[in-house]
């Protein structure tokens, strides 16, 4: 098992910057690739950035790109997602996942609780 609490979310204006976490205990951290996913009322849930169990090998959904970077500290068994450039469209709750590190929501077989970030126009 694998447990995963995220962070860092909130309220931001267009253009800003924010910052999220996800501890990560239980299971060998290092073991899984990371990735992060959002979701907004009646959509599915999508992906937007993975990284490797190495961190060697990153991945990003195309409309963020540039824009938000993903890295992992395997000695705190946490993963980031930095987020600059922020737009009213990336409103959402954010995910954490645990799994391969693929960009499909089939690739993560544990997943946290989510934290909201909203993006003012």
């Known amino acids: 098992q694998v447990q995963l609490v995220e962070s860092g979310g909130g309220l931001v204006q267009a253009g800003g910057s924010l910052r999220l976490s996800c501890a990560a205990s239980g299971r060998t951290f290092s073991r899984y690739g990371m990735g992060w996913f959002r979701q907004t009322p009646g959509k599915e849930r999508e992906f937007v950035a993975s990284i490797s169990w190495s961190g060697g090998t990153t991945d990003y959904a195309d409309s963020v790109k540039g824009r938000f970077t993903i890295s992992r500290d395997n000695a705190k068994s946490t993963v980031y997602l930095q987020m600059n450039s922020l737009k009213p469209e990336d409103t959402a709750v954010y995910y954490c996942?645990?799994?391969?590190?693929?960009?499909?929501?089939?690739?993560?077989?544990?997943w946290g609780q989510g934290t909201q970030v909203t993006v003012s126009s």
């Open positions: 996942a645990a799994g391969n590190g693929g960009n499909t929501y089939h690739d993560y077989g544990y």
